[in-house]
């Protein structure tokens, strides 16, 4: 109070100086105005009321500040990580019910050598692994990889729902698995199913049989598991494990076999599933070290969320596993339901669905009396591998900010929502996970053999939309996906496309419709898909027409290419889905792309199709024009046709004197390194690019050229020519140099 008396006396002593008043010489002993208490203990006293007050307040509002204005803002996400505003195809009724539940359980996991998972973000997983042998040193196989140098693995047949063979040659063994589901009336959401593992090997000579160290197991990445008791009133039969699901009810793991092996077992209690191989060769390592034996610890960690049960067994050897779960509620059949999921009864199953394989791979194909066995063989084989290779993801997406963005994350990306995909994969070993323009391709195929997956798959994929219209290209969802992919290239980049291919399936859908390939009921489901996805096909093909555009009327570029790069000959064009297809040298806003400019063509021409089907003529009108437009043929010839290479080009800033050359480089610590750097002898102008290839021969595939054109039959010239890009095994996707 002192401190503030003496404020104000300095203040009232200050302003009167320069006044009328006369300065009173001694400022203590000068006489408040009003006698008494005086002024300043009036000013004081109601600080001392408003001073609480005003803090009060203070507290209050950044209270509010922080706790309510704040997470509004937050809440305020990019449009780059905004789900489309429409409802989703994955909510309508034909992909519920029993198609739903029908597709629950599959070998969804593509990654691995073998695995089952359900479709739900939080699954019970399933898989095996093996030890292998390379230069005389043991190693685990799991997760499919070329360096562990199987001499051939895939799914020779496999129907995309209930029933798959797989066969794993691995040096002198050979593994087959096959996988079977079941639904009976008391099993739980997904019904049963079962594995049979057979370890055959081509050691004929009974001294010289091999032992084979199989590992089954179960995970679970939302529980934990119980350990089975081991032994089954079934003869032959050992409970491995059980637990107990809100979405199947209680279920239990069995294994039989009437051949004579040694058991172990060891459990886990991680978050990190993907290393999952490391965790059973750090305990086998550790066990060998111990004992000198290559068998599992049969210990468990408390509540474990991972069991894995060693299988050792002298050769020739089969197993069968079965899978049963129980509804609520529900009279229990279990002997009887596991009977008929293994030995002879799983035997006759299997045969019965191979034979039905074949018999549905004929319908849906016509084969020809002139193949031969091999070539329907190689063709099973193919369907096999592309149906098996069918996986279901969960996750999300990590997305690049722009510079220009206002959001600040705490990383350098923002997460996309939460979201599931169902999905066929290009590659097991390289990619197994999804790929949009990979995926049009895929499903040319699949919807022959089953339109309703066909479906499923695409609605999956449309629903990942954002509110621009963006679908990202990549999808690495989960982190079983992430452990796959390297670092730089897990962000996906909102500004770059990739091949509409979807276009391709839904146009042939449309086709198939007309030309009466589908059953009434197919119909009717293609119908309802087409009705609710238009307004989604519909915002994608704007998002490609407004930001993959050119500076021309009616020209394209595939965004994305590293126009500063200096390690590459020619910097990639990722999005294309042509990776290394040789472009423009130096990427501008000025390239023209050949291949993107047709594809808008086809999506405009299948947009056309697709309102023509939904009769809604105005949006058609407007699709049928823009489809014209970019079939112009001269149009067409005046942006990237070469007189006289007869051939069609890309257009940008290029040259071809370009070249990689050796150079010392400063790397990290300041310590010189030698580098490939591109080196640029010539200063690049505005040209077409002179390299024939698949982006050449787009305007044939995409039937632009007119039939009485030379044009057409310069390409198939240019096709034909053994010398150029005809192989025995297909074209070559880059011409050789002339």
């Known amino acids: 109070m002192t401190r503030i008396t003496r404020r104000n006396s300095r203040a009232r002593a200050s302003s009167t100086s320069d006044g009328d008043k006369p300065v009173n010489p001694n400022p203590r002993t000068s006489i408040p105005v009003g006698g008494g208490r005086g002024f300043s203990w009036i000013l004081n006293i109601t600080l001392m009321i408003l001073l609480p007050s005003v803090l009060l307040l203070f507290l209050i509002g950044l209270y509010m500040k922080n706790n309510l204005v704040n997470p509004v803002r937050e809440s305020i996400k990019p449009r780059v990580v905004t789900p489309f505003p429409a409802p989703k195809l994955m909510d309508l009724p034909m992909f519920q019910g029993e198609h739903k539940e029908s597709l629950y359980w599959g070998t969804y996991r593509p990654h691995v050598y073998f695995g089952i998972r359900a479709r739900t973000p939080q699954s019970l997983l399933v898989g095996l692994m093996w030890i292998g042998v390379k230069d005389g040193r043991y190693f685990m196989r799991h997760v499919c990889q070329d360096s562990d140098e199987l001499t051939t693995y895939g799914w020779t047949h496999h129907n995309g729902r209930d029933y798959g063979r797989q066969v794993l040659v691995d040096k002198k063994l050979t593994l087959t698995t096959s996988f079977l589901k079941l639904k009976e009336k008391e099993s739980g959401y997904g019904g049963d199913w079962a594995v049979r593992i057979e370890a055959q090997s081509e050691a004929l000579n009974e001294e010289m049989k091999e032992i084979v160290h199989l590992f089954f197991y179960v995970a679970d990445e939302g529980g934990t598991l119980d350990l089975g008791k081991g032994t089954s009133d079934i003869p032959n039969h050992h409970i491995l494990a059980s637990g107990s699901r809100d979405d199947l009810g209680s279920w239990q793991l069995h294994l039989e076999s009437k051949d004579e092996f040694e058991f172990h077992y060891a459990g886990f209690k991680t978050p990190h599933i993907h290393n999952l191989s490391d965790l059973v060769q750090m305990n086998l390592g550790t066990q060998a070290r111990k004992i000198g034996r290559l068998q599992l610890s049969d210990t468990s960690d408390y509540g474990p969320n991972i069991l894995v049960f060693q299988i050792s067994a ?137 339109v309703n997956i066909t479906l499923d798959i695409i609605g999956h994929w449309l629903d990942l939309m954002n509110a621009d219209g963006w679908i990202p290209r990549e999808q690495i969802l989960g982190a079983e996906a992430l452990s796959k992919v390297p670092s730089e290239f897990v962000l996906q980049h909102p500004t770059n496309g990739n091949p509409p291919t979807l276009f391709l399936a839904i146009q042939d859908l449309v086709c198939g419709i007309k030309k009466n390939k589908f059953t009434a009921s197919e119909i009717s489901d293609i119908s309802i898909f087409l009705r609710r996805s238009f307004v989604r096909l519909d915002a994608w093909f704007k998002w490609f027409n407004t930001t993959q555009s050119g500076k021309d009327v009616s020209t394209y570029f595939w965004h994305g290419r590293d126009n500063v790069t200096t390690r590459e000959l020619n910097p990639k064009s990722l999005s294309s889905g042509l990776d290394d297809y040789p472009r423009a040298s130096h990427p501008s806003e000025d390239e023209r792309h050949v291949d993107l400019r047709c594809w808008m063509r ?65 790397a990290a610590g300041g310590y010189p390194t030698r580098e490939l750097v591109r080196e640029v002898l010539e200063e690049p102008v505005l040209r077409l690019v002179p390299h024939i290839g698949y982006v050449s021969l787009f305007p044939f595939m995409g039937r632009l050229i007119p039939p009485d054109s030379w044009i057409l039959e310069k390409q198939i010239d240019l096709i034909s020519n053994k010398s150029f890009l005809w192989t025995n095994f297909g074209l070559r996707s880059l011409a050789k140099s002339r």
């Open 314 to 450: 002298m050769i020739s050897f089969k197993a069968d596993i079965a899978f049963v779960s129980k509804s609520r509620g529900s009279t229990s059949r279990t002997e009887e339901r596991i009977r008929s999921l293994t030995g002879d009864s799983l035997t006759g199953r299997l045969e019965q669905k191979q034979r039905q394989f074949y018999d549905k791979f004929q319908r849906c194909f016509d084969m020809s009396d002139e193949l031969d066995s091999e070539a329907i063989t190689v063709g099973k084989a193919s369907l096999g591998n592309l149906l098996g290779g069918i996986g279901y993801f969960y996750g999300q997406s990590k997305i690049s900010l722009p510079p220009s963005s206002s959001f600040v994350p705490e990383d350098n990306y923002i997460s996309y929502w939460p979201a599931e995909l169902y999905t066929a994969v290009p590659s097991r070993p390289f990619f197994p996970r999804g790929f949009l323009w990979d995926e049009g391709f895929h499903q040319l195929l699949i919807w022959r053999w089953d």
């Open 602 to 666: 086809l999506a405009a021409d299948c947009m056309s199709s697709i309102s023509e089907f939904l009769e809604d003529s105005q949006t058609g009108k407007e699709y049928n024009l823009t489809a014209k437009l970019l079939s112009d043929f001269e149009l067409l010839n005046q942006m990237h046709f070469d007189y006289t290479n007869g051939a069609y080009f890309d257009y940008g800033n290029h040259t071809e004197k370009v070249r990689l050359s050796w150079r010392m480089v400063e």
